[in-house]
């Protein structure tokens, strides 16, 4: 399956793609209304580290492990892991008692701004595209195979 | 402290109803234009420090930015301009001498827009270029006076060592340290892929891109900087610069700041320190000298590299030519006043050097009449804007061009002329790893692939007009020209006949 992968190398620490997180995630679908009159959370993270020289930057999101410590974690049954692989919460059934947070190796489900449910990467499957990919503008985040992704690095 | 006479060019305009405060301009200002106001949740912009590199306005994702002229009105006067005024101000404040970048940006007359193309109607036939083979390839170097050939048909003359390019366009000298090392790692894959040249320019060059040798181009220049016998036989030619369009007659002063590690080791000089290219060679005063450091770089590369040798376009340019092809170079470079630059005394830039069209039409002339056209190619540079400025510099009598300024253009340069303060919100001209980054080479060297080819299907949809399938048979054929809005003088310097005659 094809996953959301992010090279350090390019990215610039912009932000566009929690923009267009919240955006793709929205009701409205339009950058204005989803950030004015909406509370989003994004699933993309940008965080900074301070290197010697210059900052270095890096996109966190979900990596749709194979065997998902979030999805054994979950305690209403909330997470799951669909038919293609993709690690998904069903907002209906989470409780947001934050369990997947605490077992997220990476740190990439993030608590929802209304505090009633978690947030995280669903490779955007009801949008059908992943607006963060498209619209990187240093192409820092790629939608490979794991076999691809390995090829890049 | 006393008051600022300084006001900001540029004017930041936000539509608040589409600013969504997601500070993606925040963080992408090199200048710090933008600010957040926590408080107010809203983003502001200090106008003073604006240069007008559309960075913010690009990458905005609602929109919501536009930059203005700042609407400041002196009392209207056509010689003491806006400009004419804040320039004194400027000086009166810091008692330095003006700096620019990029190219000449005054009203001078551009011959390219004052001549015109002929084409074929009716009594001999144009060619179309997607149905009939077009010669685009040329090959520069010295000719031999003639070809001599064995009883079996065999070429016995020597040929002298030549460049082959699959198209009349080369990238032009920039330095690794007044551009970034992402920007030379597009122009060069860009160039092999092309299967043309480019331009090390006067920085060295960085071992890790001795692999694009054979579609590199070295400069050696007054500072010498990262010369040494590895980096002269790296390339496929050599190049001596004496002078540059922007600033003829000036040297090049690369402030500390851009010598980090990396452009340290390819100059071969301490980091941090400035990199100062003085306005002479020291060893060359005259052709004779010219032409030992000449046959010295032939030495080293055995004969086997053509060198050129780059001036600025001047007033005598074409007898220090016909002085340059008699020392023994391969190719002369002539570098109009409208070339681009790091940065150059503003002065110097705006109102030294003369037009390359008039420069090349009198060069190419000069060494016919002297019968030694063959002996050197010419190549034509400082600011070719598009591909009919190359046919039209080939029909002046070039035999390929030099580009920079498009070529950094392609790379997302917005010529803001603020190349010289190394905050370069593109990533070309600059060495700070955070900028240097947003210049993708993956993604660049396509660009630069992409506006070459667009070029290259131009001249030859243009030459194919002509009725010429070949760009050889264009070179220095200025009866393909016609002068429109010009005076006789300029007739006579261009060797064209006015259009309608």
Known sequence: ?153 | MSIDFNTPAFEVIRDEKRCIQCKVCVQQCANSVHAYDEEEDIVKADDMKCVNCHRCVLLCPTRALKIKKYSLEFKENANWTSTAINEIYKQAQTGGVLLSSMGNPKPFPIYWDKMLLNASQVTNPSIDPLREPMETKVMLGRKPEKLEFDLNGKLITEIPPQLELNIPIMFSAMSYGSISRNAHESLARAASELGIFYNTGEGGLNRDFYKYGKNTIVQVASGRFGVNKDYLNAGAAIEIKIGQGAKPGIGGHLPGEKVDEDVSATRMIPEGSDAISPAPHHDIYSIEDLRQLIYSLKEVTDYKKPVFVKIAAVHNAAAIASGIARAGADAIVIDGFRGGTGAAPTRVRDNVGIPVELALATIDQRLREEGIRNQVSIIAAGSIRNSADIVKAIALGADAVYIASAAVIALGCHMCHACSTGKCNWGIATQEPELVKRLNPDIMYKRLINLISAWNHEIQEILGGMGINAIDSLRGNRLMLRGIDINDKELEILGIKYAGE
Do not use: W
């Open chain 1, 1 to 153: 399956m094809k996953k959301v992968y992010a090279f350090e190398s390019r990215c610039l620490g912009c932000g566009l793609c929690e923009v267009y997180c919240r955006t793709a995630h929205s009701k409205s679908k339009d950058i204005v209304k989803a950030h004015k009159k909406e509370n989003i959370t994004s699933s993309i993270v940008i965080e900074e580290i301070l290197q010697p020289k210059a900052k270095t930057y890096f996109a966190l999101q979900c990596r749709h492990c194979a065997s998902p410590k979030c999805v054994r974690a979950c305690i209403a049954g909330a997470m799951y892991k669909d038919e293609n692989g993709i690690v998904r919460n069903d907002k209906e059934k989470c409780v947001g008692c934050l369990s997947c947070i605490l077992v997220c190796p990476y740190g990439a489900v993030k608590k929802n701004k209304d505090g009633k449910a978690v947030s995280k990467c669903d490779l955007c499957i009801n949008y059908g595209s992943q607006l963060c990919v498209k619209n990187c503008p240093n192409e820092a985040l790629k939608l490979l195979t794991e076999e691809e992704a390995e090829d890049l690095v």
